[in-house]
């Protein structure tokens, strides 16, 4: 089912960067709402979805045609201090809808062109990022594209997150964005249950570093978020307890870590900062 989408037309962009982002000076969003509508997301639990009336995944709002803003605020904040982004806090850039709309798209090349930006992260877990590898050149050292892979294994993908793109897709974009000299990094975040193989699947792309993350320490409640999405009796009617615990983290570290090497494994907040 495509979810309902509707153009707003809003009359700012840029948001003070506060709590686990607090490293950036703002946050943007260009879309409110995600398609791909992941069972454990923590935006299902804040006050834009709760009271939406619609269920999460069914509605999207398209920031239409607003690029003009954000070059016009970049400029205004550059005058305060350089500007650095973490793109998106609470929707995925790339979800479905930026296909047609090319929102993203105009927003990161504002970002090209402007003096004020210092840095900006994109965080997605979808291959359309790989469209805009001309534009992620154009910033060059500016910015690092964040590809969540929380597991390697694409039943887990289909139980967790039915609707986002598959594994493989993921993989391939990250080795693609490597291999035109775009900053990368791989956001295991959640870590979902995955096989031993994970590691190496993820040093095979060519991934500069990677982002490691659970319920526990990246839900911005220290959990609490989560368990009242309902994540822990998923796990349980699974057989999946063992991987719902703060241990499952440090096992997967420890094999990033020998792949990788420790200054390239990030934890939790340390992973998303500039």
């Known amino acids: 089912m495509k979810p309902e989408l509707t153009h707003t037309s809003p009359k700012r962009l840029l948001n003070p960067a506060s709590g686990f982002l607090a490293g950036y000076t703002h946050t943007l969003n260009p879309y409110v709402g995600c ?5 454990y997301c923590y935006v299902r639990e804040m006050p834009v979805a709760k009271f939406r009336g ?14 003009a803003l954000l070059r016009r605020e970049l400029d205004r904040a550059g005058r305060k201090a350089p500007v650095t982004i973490f793109l998106s806090s609470s929707t995925d850039p790339y979800q479905p809808a930026e296909y047609k ?4 798209r105009s ?3 504002a970002m090209a062109d402007s003096e004020a930006l210092q840095f900006v992260m994109v965080q997605t877990r979808s291959p359309l990022v790989t469209r805009d590898l001309d534009v992620l050149q154009r910033l060059g050292s500016r910015v690092r594209v964040s590809m969540t892979v929380e597991t390697d294994l694409d039943a887990m ?9 598959p ?14 000299g775009i900053p990368t990094q791989a956001a295991v975040s959640p870590l979902l249950p995955c096989s031993g193989e994970l590691a190496s699947r993820l040093a095979d792309t060519g991934v500069q570093r990677v982002a490691l993350d659970d319920y526990f320490r990246g839900d911005g409640s220290l959990g609490r978020r989560t368990e009242r999405l ?14 719902y615990d703060r241990a499952a983290l440090e096992r997967v570290r420890e ?10 494994v990030r934890v939790s907040q340390d992973g998303f900062l500039p």
């Open 54 to 67: 619609v269920p999460w995944g069914q509605w999207v709002d398209v920031k239409a045609d607003s690029a």
């Open 107 to 109: 927003w990161l090349e």
């Open 230 to 243: 309902g994540i822990r009796e998923l796990y349980a009617r699974h057989g999946l307890e063992a991987w």
């Open 167 to 180: 594994i493989a897709a993921r993989l391939q974009a990250l080795q693609r964005l490597a291999e035109a």
């Open 157 to 165: 993908r289909k139980l967790f997150t039915p609707a986002a793109p």
């Open 35 to 39: 398609a791909f509508a992941c069972s």
């Open 101 to 104: 709309a090319r929102l993203t």
């Open 255 to 264: 094999e990033l870590e020998r792949r990788f090497g420790a200054e390239r």
